[in-house]
């Protein structure tokens, strides 16, 4: 059974930081480019970090370069975003997505997701 479980979400002030993570299980995670998506009430979902299944190239969405940073331990099967200088616009249900192939095919992944409030 494919999981994908964030945690480290809440609610921080303007300037403060969290790091998320993502416990997975049932897929070779190793294998599989990891990144974090966010939603916004009202908005679609986009893209705000990704990274190879080994760790070598990540990418950002421009808005958060600087600020995030994505990483894995594939000993651990985790994937964490450490967040910082947190802005009111980074709220949003924060989402884990895992993509591969295996046996030919590609498979896409998506945990449930871990809200993160910026408010004064």
């Known amino acids: 059974q494919v999981q994908l479980v964030e945690s480290g979400g809440g609610l921080v002030q303007p300037g403060g930081s969290l790091r998320l993570s993502c416990a997975a299980s049932?897929?070779?995670?190793?294998?599989?480019?990891m990144s974090w998506y966010r939603q916004a009430p009202g908005k679609e979902r986009e893209l705000v970090a990704a990274?190879?299944?080994?760790?070598?190239?990540?990418n950002y969405l421009d808005s958060v370069k600087g600020r995030f940073t994505i990483s894995r331990d594939n000993s651990k099967n985790t994937v964490y975003l450490q967040m910082n200088s947190l802005k009111p616009e980074d709220t949003a249900v924060y989402y884990c997505?895992?993509?591969?192939?295996?046996?030919?095919?590609?498979?896409?992944?998506w945990g449930q997701g871990t809200q993160v409030t910026v408010s004064s």
């Open positions: 997505n895992a993509v591969g192939r295996d046996y030919g095919r590609e498979y896409d992944y």
């Open positions: 990274i190879t299944s080994i760790g070598g190239i990540t």
């Open positions: 049932g897929f070779p995670f190793s294998r599989y480019a």
